[in-house]
T-cell receptor, first 110, second 114 residues
Framework: QKEVEQNSGPLSVPEGAIASLNCTYS??????FFWYRQYSGKSPELIMS????GDKEDGRFTAQLNKASQYVSLLIRDSQPSDSATYLC??????????FGTGTKLQVIP | AAGVIQSPRHLIKEKRETATLKCYPI?????VYWYQQGPGQDPQFLIS???????DKGSIPDRFSAQQFSDYHSELNMSSLELGDSALYFC?????????????FGPGTRLTVT
């Protein structure tokens, strides 16, 4: 079992809809959680980081963290075709390595 | 804003050859990480350095070695290359103990072993 689990998708949503991406983690010592967006052949781009329970909003993106349930999610409002990419959920215990999930491929249909 | 710089961007080597990948972190970042990403896979952590000392080690083959220099740039040395080493190699940097540990990735080096 991977430390960080994601549904590989693809997740298809129509343009303008809300995309909901989910992630669970198994290591209870994880303190930091990240969402990266990766286009094919490109490097991961940090979208959101979240460290405490609750919601964190940044523009069209909202990250949610529930440490009791070991669950992290990313909501993308008003999805655009340019949001089509693979979204990687990641966790870290601090200065240590970031452990990535296998990623969820998002397709936004125009 | 300055980003992580990696060189070269593309590298073609033959089996059993040696390759050296370079990484220049974001200014003031004190921690460097190396990742390997095969086609359709998530990035796999190889090794990290904090203040020029190895801080963590992942699934790095014994044929590979790395170090961080006094100017904080890092090099990944890969010897006796195998076909399976063909992959994207990413370097990431972060601001360690006084920061948020958010890792910012460079554009990557695409290594092809023939």
């Amino acid at each position: 079992q991977k430390e960080v689990e994601q549904n590989s998708g693809p997740l298809s949503v129509p343009e303008g809809a809300i995309a909901s991406l989910n992630c669970t983690y198994s290591d209870r010592v994880s303190q930091s959680f990240f969402w990266y967006r990766q286009y094919s052949g490109k490097s991961p781009e940090l979208i959101m980081s979240i460290y405490s329970n609750g919601d964190k909003e940044d523009g069209r993106f909202t990250a949610q963290l529930n440490k009791a349930s070991q669950y992290v999610s990313l909501l993308i409002r008003d999805s655009q075709p340019s949001d089509s990419a693979t979204y990687l959920c990641a966790s870290s215990g601090g200065y240590q390595k970031v452990t990535f999930g296998t990623g969820t491929k998002l397709q936004v249909i125009p | 804003a300055a980003g992580v710089i990696q060189s070269p961007r593309h590298l073609i080597k033959e089996k059993r050859e040696t390759a050296t990948l370079k990484c220049y972190p974001i200014p003031r970042h004190d921690t460097v990480y190396w990742y390997q990403q095969g086609p359709g896979q998530d990035p796999q952590f190889l090794i990290s350095f904090y203040e020029k000392m190895q801080s963590d080690k992942g699934s790095i083959p014994d044929r590979f070695s790395a170090q961080q220099f006094s100017d904080y740039h890092s090099e990944l040395n890969m010897s006796s290359l195998e076909l399976g080493d063909s992959a994207l190699y990413f370097c990431a940097s972060s601001l360690g103990l006084e920061g948020t540990y958010e890792q910012y990735f460079g554009p990557g080096t695409r290594l092809t072993v023939t």
